[in-house]
């Protein structure tokens, strides 16, 4: 299958990982070696120091990487670190960045309409996606106030959250899961079962995760060939597609 991982970074880390990769090359041979053709990508300094130069440093990091697609950080306007919407959008028109990054826990802010607002109305209207690592409680006070942003809830953690998730998948039309720590037993089958594949997005949540667990799950799942390729690349490939920059 073509896999396209929503949900992968590089880079130093505070404390060591087992087979973290370092820069764009290590992870490409990551990639090569697990099967992986394309990767959304995010770095360290993105994550866990300076959210305004990881953006910088992604960017030049994975110019000679077309495999690697980037992403950007979001950060409250209220602190001037971003740029007003208007720019903020020329900048994305200009890098081609199409998914935007949100990490609340890590980057010390709170995911609301307060901090938010202006920017997300218009993220819903371009249809522009947020990865977001956060609690699924946060993900739901968000959607409340933003039914129609497109958002993709990742690295979830490896407990079964369904009684948490399928709510907000039957009450918002643009919520989707990466399945990058969603490794219960039938897990997969089960939703594709009630909801169709539309709603999962593959991820491996590298190097937090090893790549070929994800891999693995999806490939020996009892779901027809072709809701396994949607998981795999055609539902994240539909989501960029339909960005208007």
């Known amino acids: ?24 090359g290590e992870l490409i041979e990551e990639m090569k070696f697990c099967g992986i053709k394309r990767a959304l990508v995010y770095n360290t ?3 866990f120091h300076s959210p305004l130069d990881g953006n910088k440093i992604l960017l030049e990091d ?13 950060l409250p306007l209220q602190t ?3 740029p007003e ?33 202006s920017l997300f109305t218009m993220l819903s ?9 956060a609690t ?6 968000i959607l409340r106030d933003f039914p129609d942003l497109t958002v993709i809830a990742i690295s979830q953690g490896p407990h079964p959250l369904d009684r948490y998730f399928r709510p907000l998948i039957e009450n918002y039309k643009n ?4 399945i990058s720590s969603y490794l219960c037993d039938s897990g997969i089958e089960s939703i594709c079962s009630r909801y169709g594949p539309s709603r999962l997005i593959f991820g491996t949540g590298y190097p937090a995760n090893y790549m070929g667990s994800a891999m693995l799950r999806l490939q020996q799942a009892d779901i027809p060939k072709h809701y396994k390729e949607a998981i795999a690349n055609k539902n994240l490939d539909r989501l960029l597609g339909e960005v208007v920059l």
Do not use: S, W
């Open 175 to 178: 919520f989707y899961f990466d």
């Open 1 to 24: 299958m073509d896999f396209f991982d929503c949900n992968c970074f590089f880079g130093y880390f505070p404390r060591p990982i087992f087979r973290a990769a370092k820069t764009p």
């Open 85 to 117: 919407n208007d720019i903020f959008l020329e900048e994305l028109k200009e890098q081609n960045i199409k998914i935007l990054l949100a990490f609340p826990n890590e980057n010390h802010y709170f995911l609301d309409r307060e901090t938010f607002g």
């Open 45 to 47: 300094e993105m994550l």
């Open 62 to 74: 994975i110019r000679d990487f077309p495999q690697l697609v980037p992403t950007r950080v979001i």
């Open 125 to 133: 209207e371009k249809k522009i996606p947020v990865l977001i690592k």
């Open 80 to 82: 001037e670190e971003q």
């Open 136 to 141: 699924l409680n946060q993900i739901r006070d």
